[in-house]
Nanobody
Framework: QVQLVQSGGGWVQAGGSLRLSCAAH??????MAWYRQPPGQQRELVAD???????YYADSVKGRFAISRDNAKNTMYLQMNNLRPEDTAVYYC?????????WGQGTQVTVSS
């Protein structure tokens, strides 16, 4: 059984930085992604990385966020710099294994102005 366990997040002032982690248990992660769901809005894709390490970033985070992974730890990361109040959301990691989506439990990120 695949399980994604998130850590990190919390509260930060605008301009600050946070790093989210997502440790995978039960399977090796290949393709991976980070999503977020702002209050009262739908979940949206923030960044993803293919098994070949190609990356995609939403325009709203390009140049500020970085997705990465540590294969030895089977863990993915989202480094978030220069955070803005509009980045406030619950952040989720996701991987796809054998055409099935697996999600982390979500972690709150709150950015104050």
């Amino acid at each position: 059984q695949v399980q994604l366990v998130q850590s990190g997040g919390g509260w930060v002032q605008a301009g600050g930085s946070l790093r989210l982690s997502c440790a995978a248990h039960g399977s090796i992660i290949n393709a991976m992604a980070w999503y977020r769901q702002p209050p009262g809005q739908q979940r949206e894709l923030v960044a993803d990385m293919t098994p070949g390490s190609s990356t995609y970033y939403a325009d709203s985070v390009k140049g500020r966020f970085a997705i990465s992974r540590d294969n030895a730890k089977n863990t993915m990361y989202l480094q978030m710099n220069n955070l803005r109040p509009e980045d406030t959301a619950v952040y989720y990691c996701k991987t796809v294994i054998q055409w099935t989506d697996f999600w982390g439990q979500g972690t709150q990120v709150t950015v104050s102005s």
